[in-house]
């Protein structure tokens, strides 16, 4: 089998009439960067940049990530790379950072909402990120969203690092590309004014799914009803692309779900731009894209 998709590692990821989807890597290490190239990556569409703080015993610095950010650019060779910036809480834990005890901990304290009450910890990461811009295609992506005004908050918290750097005689690029994950079902229903304030959209459907059919993605006893195919799932994804393209952005899916090759016909005729699949899912995906004809297909 692997021979036989090895044909599809440098074939464009187009269906027999003609429509085309980027077909890029989900990494949760920088060491996965040769394999996913190998893997025919057209870029790394989400980039869990949890593994700085999970392989350390406090805070990695800015000059710390900085490094890793501009090696990982390089590597790349000016394909496009998604980091998204931390996403701690609910099932991700370091011991340096104490985190509260909380009934909910998926409804809780996490990710963008860590970032954004303690700027302590997102100014590294995105001074870092800013600094790096400049060696390659960087997208930076921001989870867990919920609404325009936390975006507002981001977007401006971003422009302030950016001026400081400018202002100290750092480079930053100007073709950087801000995102939001559409992960909750909140940023699905608003997709329409969050896609004015950003270049791009990547949608979570191992969260969206989660929070819309209230189904914890982490227990096992209710696993079955964990249906990423779930009308009302995939309603909430048709939505996000359309609202995505009437404002004239790009979307992209980096769930699990982008390497279900069921629902490739579904997501390619929603309109789907981009697909972000773990690295082994990369050419299995592309070959049924290849042989997919979408003016054939009745969803
Ligand atoms: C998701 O929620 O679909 C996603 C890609 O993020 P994670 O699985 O890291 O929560
Ligand atoms: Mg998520």
């Given at each position: 089998?692997?021979?036989?998709?090895?044909?599809?590692?440098?074939?464009?990821?187009?269906?027999?009439?003609?429509?085309?989807?980027?077909?890029?890597?989900?990494?949760?290490?920088?060491?996965?960067?040769?394999?996913?190239?190998?893997?025919?990556?057209?870029?790394?569409?989400?980039?869990?940049?949890?593994?700085?703080?999970?392989?350390?015993?406090?805070?990695?610095?800015?000059?710390?990530?900085f490094?890793?950010?501009?090696?990982?650019?390089?590597?790349?060779?000016?394909?496009?790379?998604?980091?998204?910036?931390?996403d701690f809480?609910?099932?991700?834990?370091?011991?340096?950072?104490?985190?509260?005890?909380?009934?909910?901990?998926?409804?809780?304290y996490?990710?963008?909402?860590?970032?954004?009450?303690?700027?302590d910890?997102?100014?590294?990461?995105?001074?870092?990120?800013?600094?790096?811009?400049?060696?390659?295609?960087?997208?930076?992506?921001?989870?867990?969203?919920?609404?325009?005004?936390?975006?507002r908050?981001?977007?401006?918290?971003?422009?302030?690092?950016?001026?400081?750097?400018?202002?100290?005689?750092?480079?930053?690029?100007?073709?950087?590309?801000?995102?939001?994950?559409?992960?909750?079902?909140?940023?699905?229903?608003?997709?329409?004014?969050?896609?004015?304030?950003?270049?791009?959209?990547?949608?979570?459907?191992?969260?969206?799914?989660?929070?819309?059919?209230?189904?914890?993605?982490?227990?096992?006893?209710?696993?079955?009803?964990?249906?990423?195919?779930?009308?009302?799932?995939?309603?909430?994804?048709?939505?996000?692309?359309?609202?995505?393209?009437k404002?004239?952005?790009?979307?992209?899916?980096?769930?699990?779900?982008?390497?279900?090759?069921?629902?490739?016909?579904?997501?390619?005729?929603?309109?789907?731009?981009?697909?972000?699949?773990?690295?082994?899912?990369?050419?299995?995906?592309?070959?049924?894209?290849?042989?997919?004809?979408?003016?054939?297909?009745?969803?």
């Open positions: 089998i692997l021979c036989n998709l090895q044909k599809f590692k440098n074939a464009q990821s187009i269906t027999l009439d003609g429509r085309r989807v980027e077909l890029c890597a989900n990494i949760g290490n920088p060491d996965e960067i040769e394999n996913a190239l190998l893997n025919g990556a057209e870029g790394i569409g989400l980039m869990r940049s949890e593994f700085l703080y999970m392989n350390a015993s406090s805070f990695p610095t800015e000059e710390q990530q490094t890793i950010y501009k090696s990982m650019l390089e590597r790349m060779q000016g394909k496009r790379v998604v980091v998204r910036t931390l809480g609910a099932d991700k834990h370091v011991d340096y950072f104490e985190l509260p005890k909380e009934a909910n901990p998926a409804l809780g996490r990710a963008i909402r860590i970032c954004l009450s303690q700027k910890i997102f100014g590294p990461q995105i001074r870092a990120l800013l600094r790096a811009s400049v060696y390659g295609k960087l997208a930076i992506m921001f989870p867990m969203v919920i609404s325009v005004d936390e975006v908050e981001i977007k401006a918290f971003v422009q302030e690092q950016k001026q400081q750097l400018i202002e100290a005689g750092i480079a930053v690029s100007d073709s950087l590309e801000l995102g939001v994950m559409i992960e909750t079902p909140a940023a699905a229903l608003i997709s329409d004014q969050l896609a004015q304030e950003v270049d791009f959209f990547s949608i979570g459907t191992n969260d969206l799914t989660q929070y819309t059919l209230a189904v914890d993605r982490m227990n096992e006893k209710i696993g079955h009803l964990f249906n990423t195919s779930h009308p009302a799932v995939l309603q909430l994804i048709n939505l996000t692309i359309q609202n995505a393209h404002n004239g952005i790009w979307v992209g899916i980096c769930g699990e779900a982008a390497a279900d090759t069921l629902l490739t016909p579904h997501f390619l005729s929603m309109g789907i731009d981009e697909l972000s699949v773990s690295v082994p899912s990369i050419l299995p995906v592309r070959e049924v894209v290849c042989k997919l004809d979408l003016s054939q297909f009745q969803g």
